[in-house]
């Protein structure tokens, strides 16, 4: 792999980041296994501890979707027919195996197509629930018992509770750096670009923890060392949210206009790197309650309190934290086409963020660069409006 | 004299605006597949007939969805921008703009001149000027007249299909069945006015509410829209250089600024380049 | 359209009783504040039927008026309102288009907007939602419904089933399934007894889902009827004849009901009345809900000879003895384990056929069963959770069984804007073409 020394953190995400899955490649050919997952619910502790490589899979928005249509139907949500198709055309061909968590319908009910046309030697659908109650914990703790049974079955290896103890410890690590180096987005300007984070975070769900790690530390080490430029005060502070958005193609449409993205509430970013995992005497009651009630997606129904501005609060609270601590001037919602869990609350997040402070654009698009050039006017457009 | 120029490349066409405290010229022509030679060619004939010189100009703005490829141009804003800016210009009671370009509709809220908010539709044919053309083309009428014909109509044929592909099909098959131009002339024209109605309606729309680009030529689609709205919609003299007059101000206010700053504003390296006619 | 002039000509007398059912269950919403009763914004198949009726709580079925709305084709205004508010026009379009008629009666203070189809639905008082491994809108619905109703609470219950695995044994797992859905059906009695302020009388209760196992036979029992050659009964017509058991469930008039059209139907095999004459093709519905504002298309196959004896869609019960329900005492574990088997039944039918699935292998043993010589499936844009996959279903039944003629239609269960009649009947004249090709290769 590339060696991370101090200076070279982000041209080593860099790498890790246009050659995605080159670092799994490496450690399946020097014998360890490979499970891919989707989604910010992968329970990576458990497949770290279970001695394999998790790597999150990612499409590619700059490719046109061209073998996995012969599969799967047109109405499944854009971002999972691009893996699914990278997939079948051999870009995923060093994985062993796949853990496919039960997020939304546009996984569960692709299931088998997945499984059936991909024939890896492990598969596990991960049943998590939509709800957060007590029995549903108990059950989510029953899920991941019964995942761990068949990585165990799968590695020929016990996966001790010290095992899963340690991997906790590992990713808590991760996610605490991880948070520091968002820190640096605070100050104006922004110590690391919008892209280049892209990039870190990118590269960081594709190795394994001790590594990406090593890589965030360099990474920080190296944007700390810079000389502070001069804020441009007309620059404006984005917040991007949305769910897996892994390429940096909107962000610099965002940023090529002189507006610094300096907060996200992505899948692949801040909502993975938000929340621990508790370190409990039963370490499986830790990582469901992180997976389950800590987690902040749209497919977790939360709504327990007693008004609906309360309810809000549950669900959105975080993001009003963000546009305060990252004095954010606007947001962008940018949210696939065919995604139920996300469309059904763009007037909820809409008026909530707006509410916060920050007016919000909302653009619904494919998962691909085709519809760029409209998407970036609207991005401008925006920017005009709240300049 | 100060001169400003805006320069509007849009899917279709083309338009430009040379003003100094008054619109000295205006000029539309088709866009092309090359975008780069087209707008050295329009901005050459513009200039020509302002009888001004490229070195008169003071500040150049593109906009459009073709901003990016007008290299002389001292900055690109936005159509979004652009339009708000010339219709308030001309129409300054106006609140709410609804743009129907040749590919994409748009709605833009317009408060103290300045853009509040906007939607645009640019993900299917429906609702713009490219649907009302292939139906025409279907039809074989030509897209000039079919708004006037739509007036003719003893009653609005409904059409089902919103999708382009859907309504040219059922469109051929009600022609076939005896059903008269006009009245399926109206039924396409009220579909598009619908579509552009739900688009704009996400707008919180206030009166007057504005028509602009090439749909706004279209008698029978602003009748339709307006009895969607439920009222009488204000067009501009000139509904497709809103865009290209709204740049050639906002070049003159960003100039204002700067010199008001004691700066000169930074321009473009590139000059108008030779454009041939014959080719 | 001529087809669609004839009218209902081949559909069952019973079936005529559906509207007064649908519109029935519209105006029970309506009336009963009057009657002091609370309305629950609710769900098909979500396992809340019994718990609903044995405490008197007036369901409020969104899919039900989404149906009706599309049926009438005037879905387009309420899909329009929601669309204003930025709701996706690729969203769930039972959900876009209940929110949107959810929106104008809020802006009239709670007043039931004018030209409603069949007079509208009533003001919930409740939202009950279900995470179940069925659809997303199930819960993302009442919570985006919630937006405009803010002081009607929402409840979620999460039943799931264990996935399917060929190297799974699904049996370890049906208990930890089991208990977890009758865990959560008991943190929905608790909710419902908050908001209605009433106790569960689960002596009630209990004899409710007796009346629902029962009804699940007699079902089947009927169904089974279509089995005869040539069929009494098309799935153009059990598209109307599900009603009771999907949304009356519990109630001795849906028990009733099929009472009525069994009888009904074993009259029609007695006098050798059948959908088509004469009888071409017998075709399995094998997964996808129907375009609502296109029922007609139904007609348009059985006027050339095409008939449907069996449906996927919508026979969301089973003969309970198929199930092998362990006994218990308490009505809630008896839904779980109903609820569990209901889809694991098919597992182990599945393991025996290698690279076949639990979906494939039912319409098989209905293939099988009712003597069928193709499928069609039908995939409507904006609902991922029955149409996402159809594509693999319909792979999988041509590599592990055999080579059948397959059809998968297009179009939505509301937005017509996806459908297009001359389109749609061309394809299934070269469907009817391939059956017929299809059958002279057999001999």
Same mark, same amino acid.
Not at chain 1, 73 to 76: A, F, L, N, P
Not at chain 3, 382 to 388: I, K
């Given at each position: 792999m590339t060696d991370i020394r101090d200076g070279n953190g982000l041209a080593a995400a860099e790498k890790l980041y246009t050659q995605y899955g080159s670092r799994a490649r490496e450690l399946k050919a020097s014998g360890k296994k490979v499970i891919g997952y989707l989604s910010a619910l992968g329970p990576v502790e458990i497949m770290t501890a279970a001695g394999v490589l998790p790597i999150r899979l990612k499409g590619n928005v700059s490719e046109a979707i061209s073998k996995g249509d012969a599969y799967m139907?047109?109405?499944?949500c854009p971002f999972v027919r691009n893996v699914f198709d990278l997939a079948v055309k051999g870009k995923y061909d060093f994985l062993d195996g796949m853990v496919l968590p039960h997020q939304c319908d546009s996984i569960d009910r692709t299931n088998e197509t997945w499984s059936y046309t991909l024939g890896l030697p492990y598969w596990h659908f991960l049943n998590v629930p939509h709800v957060t109650d007590d029995p549903s914990i108990a059950f989510m703790k029953e899920i991941l018992r019964i995942f761990i049974k068949t990585l165990e079955k799968f590695t020929g290896k016990a996966i001790t509770d010290q095992a899963i103890a340690d991997a906790v410890k590992a990713h808590n690590n991760n996610r605490k750096l991880m948070r520091e180096l968002y820190d640096l987005r605070k100050s104006n300007p922004p110590l690391i670009s919008g892209s280049e984070m892209m990039k870190v975070l990118v590269a960081a769900m594709s190795i394994p923890v001790e590594e990406s790690s090593a890589l965030i530390e360099a990474v920080m080490k190296e944007v700390k060392e810079r000389k502070p430029a001069a804020a441009n005060p007309k620059a404006k502070r984005i917040m991007l949210i949305g769910d897996q958005i892994d390429d940096v193609a909107v962000i610099e449409a965002i940023e090529s206009t002189g507006a610094y993205l300096v907060m996200d509430d992505l899948s692949t970013g801040s909502k993975m790197y938000w929340q621990d995992v508790d370190a409990t005497a039963d370490p499986v009651q830790g990582i469901a309650e992180r997976y389950l009630r800590k987690l902040k997606i749209p497919t977790t129904f939360v709504g327990s309190a007693d008004t609906y501005q309360g309810i809000l609060e549950e669900r959105f609270g975080h993001m009003k934290k963000y546009v305060n601590e990252f004095k954010v001037d606007g947001a962008i919602l940018f949210i696939y086409k065919y995604c139920d869990p996300y469309g059904f609350e763009v007037p909820a997040i809409k008026s909530y963020v707006e509410a916060a402070g920050a007016p919000v654009l909302y653009l619904e698009d494919e998962y691909s660069t085709s519809s760029l050039a409209r998407v970036k006017t609207r991005i401008e457009a925006f920017l005009e409006m709240i300049a | 004299m100060d001169y400003f120029a805006g320069v509007d490349i849009g899917s279709t066409m083309t338009k430009v605006v040379i003003m100094s405290d008054r619109i000295e010229v205006s000029l539309i022509g088709p866009t092309g597949p090359e975008h780069r030679k087209l707008a050295n060619r329009v901005m050459e004939e513009a200039l020509n007939k302002a009888r001004l010189t490229f070195e008169d100009l003071t500040y150049i703005v593109a906009t459009g969805y073709g901003r990016i490829n007008v290299p002389f141009a001292d900055r690109q804003i936005t159509e979004i921008t652009c339009h708000a800016k010339g219709l308030h210009s001309l129409l300054?009671?106006?609140k709410t703009v609804v743009d129907i370009g040749g590919q994409d509709s748009k709605g833009i809220k317009i408060v103290n001149g300045k853009v509040m908010n906007f939607v645009m539709n640019d993900k299917c044919a429906a609702g713009t000027g490219r649907f009302l053309e292939i139906i025409a083309d279907s039809l074989g009428v030509p897209l000039e007249k079919i708004g006037e014909i739509s007036l003719t109509a003893q009653k609005i044929a409904a059409v089902s299909s919103t999708c382009t592909v859907f309504a040219e099909q059922e469109i051929i098959s009600r022609l076939a069945s005896g059903e008269p131009i006009a009245n399926l002339l109206a039924g396409i024209h009220d579909a598009v006015a619908t579509r552009v109605y739900s688009l704009v309606k996400k707008l919180n729309v206030e009166a007057d509410i504005a028509v602009t680009g090439g749909g706004a030529k279209n008698i029978g689609l602003v009748k339709a829209l307006e009895s969607k709205f439920g009222q009488a919609l204000l067009v501009p003299p000139e509904p497709l250089i809103t865009g290209a007059l709204g740049a050639a101000l906002m070049g003159k206010d960003i100039f204002a600024k700067y010199m008001a700053e004691g700066q000169k504003p930074t321009r473009s390296v590139n000059k108008l380049e030779e454009a041939t006619f014959f080719e | 359209m001529a087809e669609e002039k004839k009218g209902r000509a081949v559909a069952t007398s019973t079936a005529a009783k559906i509207p007064k059912f649908v519109r029935g269950n519209l105006s029970a919403t309506l009336k009963a504040k009057e009657e002091g009763k609370k309305v629950a914004a609710a769900f098909i198949a979500d396992g809340q039927d019994e718990i609903m009726r044995a405490m008197d709580i007036v369901p409020a079925w969104g899919e039900s008026f989404s149906g009706v709305c599309a049926a009438k084709r005037d879905a387009e205004k309420y899909l329009q309102k929601a669309e204003s508010d930025n709701f996706s026009r690729s969203l769930c379009t039972y959900a876009t288009c209940n929110i949107g008629f959810d929106m104008m009666r809020e802006e009239l203070g709670g007043a039931t907007p004018e $030209?409603? @189809?069949? $007079?509208g639905m009533g003001r919930p008082d409740m939202m009950l939602g279900n995470g179940q491994l069925l659809c997303d809108p199930r819960f993302k619905w009442p919570q985006a419904t919630q937006h405009y109703q803010q002081d009607v609470p929402v409840f979620v219950t999460n039943m799931y089933y264990p996935p399917w695995d060929p190297n799974a044994d699904h049996h370890e797992q049906e208990a930890i399934y089991v208990k977890y859905a009758a865990d959560e059906l008991r943190e929905t009695v608790k909710f419902c007894e908050k908001i209605t302020g009433k106790k569960m009388d689960w002596d009630r209760l209990a004899a409710t889902v007796e009346l629902s196992d029962k009804t699940w036979d007699l079902f089947i029992d009927t169904y089974e009827l279509r089995k005869h050659i040539p069929t009494p009964m098309d799935t153009g017509d059990a598209m109307n004849t599900m009603v009771p058991l999907t949304f009356n469930l519990g109630t001795q008039e849906a028990y009733d009901f099929y009472v009525d059209l069994n009888a009904e139907l074993r009259q029609k095999i007695a006098d050798g009345v059948g959908v088509a004459n004469p009888e071409k093709y017998r075709i399995i519905w094998a997964a996808g809900l129907p375009s609502w504002f296109a029922l007609g298309d139904f007609q348009y196959f059985n006027g050339k000879g095409v008939v449907f004896p069996v449906e996927v869609t919508y026979r969301g019960c089973e003969k309970i003895e198929r199930l092998d329900l362990p006994k218990t005492n308490d009505p809630l574990e008896h839904i779980a384990w109903r609820w569990v088997r209901y889809w694991t039944h098919w597992y182990d039918a599945a393991k025996k056929? @290698? $690279?076949?699935t639990p979906k494939v292998e039912r319409i098989i043993e209905y293939i099988e069963d009712y003597k069928c010589d193709g499928a069609v499936f039908h995939s409507a844009f904006?609902?991922?959770?029955?149409?996402?996959g159809i594509m693999q279903q319909a792979a999988t039944l041509k590599k592990v069984y055999k080579d059948i003629p397959i059809l998968i239609m297009e179009g939505d269960i509301v937005d017509i804007s996806s459908y297009n009649e001359a389109d749609t009947h061309n394809r299934i004249d070269a469907f009817i073409e391939t059956l017929a090709a299809s059958k002279k290769r057999q001999g």
């Open positions: 139907e047109t109405i499944v | 300054p009671s106006v | $030209g409603a @189809p069949w $007079g056929r @290698p $690279g076949s904006s609902c991922r959770s029955w149409h996402a």
